[in-house]
């Protein structure tokens, strides 16, 4: 519970109405306490931090103006979310964000009438609140409708998609533009220039302000003022661009500056039509280390406020991803065809020492997943080697260029797919669900999921030789400890590995579920094969195992539903052989936050789960390798 002594304000609001009720010039206060509280919470549990710091004003004057939740209150991207999440009933949850059971690291409409939309990929604010929009306007309904988009979000293809369509059919909506000049990373981008523009440009828009108060609107100076302020306004900000899409342009103001802030919001409250409200923040706002370290704090562990984030030794053994940076670097040494390509992941995605390295072959392209696809397979056409290095749930949102402009020309573009299978902590919005599901079905595609790190670094090294389109998907964190060998060695394509042979009953494991599926394998005597490839499979081997073997097992840390498994079953129905078959994987429902350790564990694919499944599909060839053994 909140401690009522030293958050005075915050103790007293459990609700937006609450806040509403506050007077304009305690709102620094509760600001203040805000911040406080919010460096408290993180830096006890850990999570998103310096999105957050960044706007915790804005989230005070947005609650405090608007009467949410019936004032529709979209948050873009959703790790933004923290202080309207302590501001909006849940303050004293909110060091179970991002725990099993505890709160959603992101909005979430079944957790909280004030979470509108479900916001975990960026910039689909302004599209779902112009949506609403329009729903209540058809409605006769004269509720407002807000999207805050920022940390990066504009420079999504989707945002002016979203902006050049409200700027036509013209609805009363409001979208705040929170300019922090960040993503994860530093922004990019010729739109980042021009925000940087606006931030050099107060001066001149205050001036412009006292100008247009002090001229009549209808002298021939007025006149000419606006004349010369719509020219004016075009070097300095980037209001000519919005205001030319439709949307009415106000800013840029100083978005930790509540009472100009109070005063904007209640400007553009009531304007009809499209408004645009741009304002400039700094990520990490009100905490030293996080506003000079901006990168680093985006999001923490749990830390010691007074000291900060200490920076943890290197692990024991490389993740994944280390494994990818390091062959990433190596590939380009050896071939000077390849091209690293990045939506705006250089960090997470494992680039950062490939972007030092190689800063001439190195793209980051923004948010803009769609466009980094196509760009690659641009790429490919004049004789490049592109790598697309990118999460598996960001993929999903490239699916029609990695189907139309990739894989139907069979382009030669190799797609690093980090974060694949259970990814623990982030949730649903993130969980690499669905790739090999979606990926299968393509034609030319070929896909690969290692077992451990050695395998990881050959799959890399096949793929980018492989001409045409090739997939390699690995999970997040570490693998089983394998040595890495540093020849950039291939596998036999469609070949997968026997590791282990025995009796009446094959598990036939791909990825990252080797590991227990082994222990198993050993206490049942059953033949354990390492498939290494998904398209294609290694149909020789899965029809020699169905003339020897009673069942089988396929083990996956993929959807059940057309993944993996399904292509065993698929093999088998091909050449007509009926076998008993059981599918391990991840179940047809959204799996909820937690560790990945407990989320492997809900989807029944840690040992006790594998081991249960097998046993009870399966209890007359366990009882007789209980027998034999």
Request: with cysteine.
């Amino acid at each position: 519970m909140i401690d009522h002594s030293r958050y005075p304000h915050l103790a007293q609001i459990d609700a937006p109405a609450d806040l509403r009720r506050v007077p304009d010039a305690e709102l620094p206060a509760v600001a203040d306490e805000l911040r406080r509280y919010l460096i408290e919470s993180v830096a006890s549990s850990g999570g998103h931090f310096g999105a957050g710091l960044g706007v915790v004003e804005l989230t005070v004057a947005l609650h405090h103006v608007f009467d949410t939740p019936h004032d529709r209150l979209v948050w873009d991207v959703g790790h933004q979310c923290y202080p309207h999440k302590i501001l909006t009933g849940r303050r004293d949850r909110i060091t179970t964000i991002k725990k099993k059971d505890g709160l959603a690291p992101f909005p979430r409409r079944e957790e909280s009438e004030y979470d509108t939309f479900g916001v975990g990929h960026s910039s689909t604010s302004i599209s779902a609140a112009l949506g609403m929009a329009i729903a209540a306007q058809r409605k006769g309904d004269a509720r407002k409708v807000v999207a805050v988009i920022g940390d990066g979000a504009m420079t999504a293809g989707m945002a002016f998609e979203a902006l050049n369509h409200g700027g036509d059919v013209a609805p009363n909506m409001l979208v705040v533009l929170n300019d922090n000049g960040m993503s994860i990373s530093e922004n990019v981008g010729a739109l980042t220039k021009m925000m940087a523009r606006a931030m050099a440009s107060r001066r001149l828009n205050a001036v412009r302000e006292r100008a247009k108060r002090a001229l009549p609107r209808e002298s021939f100076l007025g006149r000419f003022f606006r004349n010369w302020e719509e020219h004016a306004k075009g070097m300095f900000v980037p209001s000519t661009l919005f205001e030319e899409l439709g949307f009415h342009y106000t800013g840029p103001i100083d978005g930790h500056d509540l009472p100009q802030l109070l005063h904007a919001l209640r400007t553009v409250k009531n304007l009809p039509g499209p408004q645009l409200l741009h304002v400039i923040t700094t990520k990490g706002k009100g905490y030293a280390p996080a506003e000079q370290e901006q990168i680093e704090y985006h999001a923490v562990g749990p830390f010691d406020p007074l000291a900060g984030v200490v920076k943890k030794a290197a692990p024991a053994k490389p993740t994944y991803t280390d494994i990818f940076s390091e062959w990433l670097c190596d590939m380009a040494a050896a071939d000077e065809r390849l091209l690293g390509i990045t939506p705006a992941m250089r960090e997470g995605s494992g680039l950062v020492r490939f972007s030092k390295e190689y800063p001439s072959r190195y793209f980051d392209v923004a948010i803009a997943e769609q466009h980094a696809v196509t760009l690659a397979a641009g790429m490919a056409c004049e004789g490049a080697k592109p790598v697309v290095a990118i999460y598996s749930t960001f993929l999903q949102r490239a699916y029609d260029q990695a189907i139309h402009d990739v894989a139907l020309q069979n382009l030669d573009v190799t797609f690093a797919i980090d974060r694949a299978g259970v990814v623990g902590p982030d949730g649903a919005t993130h969980s690499g669900s669905f790739d090999l599901s979606f990926l299968r079905c393509l034609p030319n595609m070929l896909i690969m999921a290692p077992a451990d790190e050695n395998e990881c670094r050959m799959m890399l090294t096949t793929g980018f030789r492989h001409c045409g389109p090739a997939a390699i998907r690995y999970p997040r964190g570490t693998g089983p400890g394998a040595a890495v060998r540093k020849e950039l060695d291939t596998l036999p394509i469609g070949k997968a590995e026997l590791r282990r042979r025995g009796r009446n009953l094959a598990i036939l494991s791909f990825g990252a579920m080797l590991a227990p599926a082994a222990v198993v394998a050993a206490e049942l005597d059953a033949t354990l094969v390492n498939m290494r490839f998904v398209k294609p499979l290694d149909e020789a081997l899965i029809l020699e195992l169905a003339k020897t073997h009673d069942a089988f097992v396929t083990v996956e840390d993929n959807a059940i539903a057309g993944g993996a498994g399904s292509g065993v079953a698929e093999c088998l129905a091909a050449h007509g052989l009926l076998k008993p078959i059981l599918h391990l994987g991840l179940p047809d429902l959204y799996l909820e936050h937690g560790s990945r350790e407990e989320v492997l564990s809900m989807a029944g694919l840690d040992l006790p789960g594998i081991r249960n499944a097998i046993r009870a599909r399966f209890p007359q060839l366990a009882s007789v390798a209980a027998s034999a053994g």
